[in-house]
C-alpha cells in the first residue's frame, strides 16, 4: 500500500499471509501484553514480538503526544496498537479473542520510498462446523467466530504483523516522515501510526485473499471467501467461476475487477462521491480533445459543478521543456499561468510545494502531469493555505495535453480545461456502481487484489495508499472496509 505519497516519494503498507509471516516471527520473544478495553465487543490480545530494548520494548524516552501518555517509545507505540485495537473490536461481534502477534522490525526502506508495515490472516481453515460455505478458506480470527470456538492451537496468534522500526529515524528510510504516535490524527508531516495500524489489522481480519493474484491458483486447491465476492465485471463472473489463467488476468485488468458482496454495494451510493473529470477542449486542442480520468487532491478545495474553466499554461524551467515549479515562478512563468490553469509536472519537490508555487504566481488551478507510467492516484499532503484546485493525470495523458501546447504565445494557449465531476458517475466505481478493486497492470505483488481502487473518493482506508485525510473510522458514511468484513461473514 503506497503511503501518504505527497513528493516523488512513497511508502508501502504490505500485505502477506500468515504463511509468510510464519518463518519471518517464529524465532521472536514472546511477551503476551493482555491489553484490553471495555467498550471492545471483540476482545483482542496484543502479543509483543519483540525482544528487550526494540520496538514496543524501547525505552527510548518520548513525551506524551496527542492523547498518548506514554513515556517511551515503546510505551507509546504499544498504546497506538491498543488504541486501533479497540477500535476495531467495537465494530466486531466474536465469542473468541483475537490474539494479534506485532512487533516493530527493519523492512526494505530508502530515502524515497518504504514499507511501513505488513500483516495477514495467520492460519486459514475450511470445512469447520459452522462455516457458510464448504471447500472455503477463511482467516483464523473469522473461522473463530463463525464456529464459536478457538480452531488455532493455543500457542498460535491469528493475525501476525510487522511494522518498520527505522520509519524517519534513519537517513535512508524516508526521513522526516516518521510514525506519528498520538491518538488525535494531527500528524503534520508525519505517518499515522494507528491509521497504518488500522489498514493492517483490517487485512488480518480478511480483507485478503490467498489466491495466488499472480497465476490465479487457489491456496493448496481451495478458494478463499475472498473469491466468492471478487468479481470480473467484463465477464460478469466471480473469480470462483472463473479459470486460473482467467484470475490471473482479472487481477491485472485495471478497472476490470470489482467487489459483489451486498454489503459493500449498498453503502457505497452513501459513502462515494461523484466521480472528478477534466474535460479539454478549445481551437488548438487538437486530438487533445477529450474527458480524462483524474486524480484527485487531498489539499486545496475539491472539484464541484459548475466546473471551473480555464486556459492550460505549462510551467517551463527545465531544459528539456517540462515545468517542476519547485522555485518561485519565473517572470515569464508567472505570466504564462496568472489567470490560467497550470499545468507542471511531477519530481523533485511535493505537490504542496507546486501548488503554493503557481498560486502565488495566479494560477487558478493545477494539471499535475506523471513522471512514470502506471495507474492513476491522487495527490497527498495538506496545507490550509492553499485555495487553487489540483488534480493529477497520467503520463502518457499529460504528454497528450501538453503536445497541443508547444506552439503556444506566452499568454495564451488556445487549450481550455474543465474541470468538474461528473453527477452520473461515483468515483472508484464500475458501471453497475460496484466498488473497484486494485487491479493495476503490471502486477503489484502484495497490493493487488486485496485493497480497493486509488479511485474512489473519498480516499478509502483499504487503499493501497495511505492519505493524509483518512480518519480513523472504518465504517459509513466515511469508509467501506467494515461492510466488506461483514460481506465475507463478520
Not at 501518504?4 to 519471518?24: F, P, Q
Not at 483464523?140 to 500457542?155: E, I, M
Amino acid at each position: 500500500m503506497n503511503a501518504t505519497n505527497a513528493t516523488n516519494a512513497t511508502a508501502a503498507i504490505g500485505r502477506c499471509t500468515g504463511r509468510a509471516l510464519r518463518s519471518a516471527m517464529a524465532a521472536l520473544l514472546l511477551a503476551c501484553a493482555g491489553l484490553g478495553d471495555a467498550w471492545a465487543s471483540v476482545p483482542i490480545v496484543i502479543i509483543v514480538g519483540d525482544g528487550p530494548g526494540e520496538g514496543f520494548n524501547d525505552p527510548t524516552p518520548a513525551a506524551p503526544v496527542g492523547g498518548n501518555a506514554g513515556t517511551t517509545l515503546g510505551e507509546q507505540r504499544l498504546i497506538a496498537f491498543a488504541y486501533a485495537a479497540n477500535l476495531w473490536g467495537s465494530k466486531l461481534d466474536s465469542t473468541v479473542p483475537i490474539r494479534i502477534l506485532a512487533a516493530f522490525d527493519p523492512l526494505p526502506c530508502s530515502a524515497n520510498s518504504g514499507v511501513l508495515g505488513s500483516a495477514g490472516a495467520w492460519d486459514v481453515f475450511s470445512d469447520f462446523p459452522g462455516a457458510p460455505r464448504p471447500n472455503t478458506w477463511y482467516p483464523a480470527a473469522l473461522a473463530n467466530k463463525l464456529r464459536g470456538a478457538d480452531l488455532s492451537a493455543p500457542s498460535d496468534p491469528h493475525i501476525g504483523a510487522t511494522f518498520n522500526s527505522r520509519l524517519g529515524l534513519a537517513p535512508d528510510c524516508l526521513p522526516g516522515g516518521g510514525f506519528y504516535l498520538g491518538l488525535d490524527r494531527n500528524f503534520g508531516s508525519g505517518t499515522d501510526l494507528v491509521t497504518v495500524l488500522l489498514h493492517e489489522m483490517a487485512h488480518g481480519l480478511g480483507f485478503q485473499t490467498f489466491t495466488d493474484e499472480a497465476n490465479g491458483q487457489y491456496y493448496a486447491g481451495v478458494p478463499s471467501i475472498w473469491d466468492h465476492y471478487l468479481l470480473d465485471n467484463r465477464l460478469e463472473h466471480e473469480w470462483v467461476e472463473l479459470t486460473p489463467a482467467q484470475r490471473a488476468a482479472s487481477a491485472i485488468s485495471n478497472n476490470g475487477l470489482s467487489w459483489n458482496g451486498p454489503l459493500v454495494t449498498a453503502a457505497v451510493p452513501s459513502v462515494l462521491d461523484p466521480v472528478s473529470r477534466l474535460i479539454v477542449g478549445g481551437p488548438a486542442a487538437g486530438p487533445a480533445a477529450r474527458e480524462y480520468p483524474v486524480g484527485d487532491a487531498s489539499f486545496g478545495p475539491p472539484l464541484a459543478n459548475p466546473p471551473l474553466t480555464g486556459q492550460i499554461m505549462p510551467v517551463v524551467d527545465q531544459p528539456d521543456g517540462r515545468g517542476l515549479a519547485c522555485d518561485p515562478l519565473a517572470p515569464l512563468n508567472a505570466l504564462a499561468v496568472y489567470g490560467n490553469v497550470a499545468l507542471v509536472d511531477r519530481g523533485d519537490c511535493t505537490f504542496v510545494q507546486k501548488a503554493l508555487n503557481v498560486q502565488y504566481a495566479g494560477a487558478i488551478a493545477m494539471i499535475v502531469v506523471d513522471n512514470t507510467p502506471g495507474p492513476l492516484t491522487g495527490l497527498g499532503g495538506a496545507d490550509p493555505l492553499i485555495t487553487i484546485p489540483a488534480v493529477r493525470v497520467t503520463q502518457d495523458d499529460g504528454n497528450a495535453i501538453r503536445a497541443q501546447l508547444q506552439r503556444r504565445s506566452r499568454t495564451r494557449s488556445g487549450v481550455t480545461a474543465s474541470l468538474g465531476v461528473d453527477p452520473q458517475k461515483l468515483a472508484g466505481t464500475d458501471a453497475e456502481r460496484r466498488i473497484l478493486m486494485y487491479a493495476p497492470d503490471p502486477l503489484q505483488s502484495g497490493s493487488s487484489v486485496s485493497h480497493y481502487s486509488t479511485a474512489a473518493k473519498p480516499n478509502q482506508l483499504m487503499e493501497p495508499a495511505i492519505n493524509g485525510d483518512l480518519t480513523h473510522d472504518v465504517a459509513p458514511p466515511r469508509d467501506l472496509t467494515l461492510p466488506l468484513l461483514k460481506d465475507i461473514g463478520w
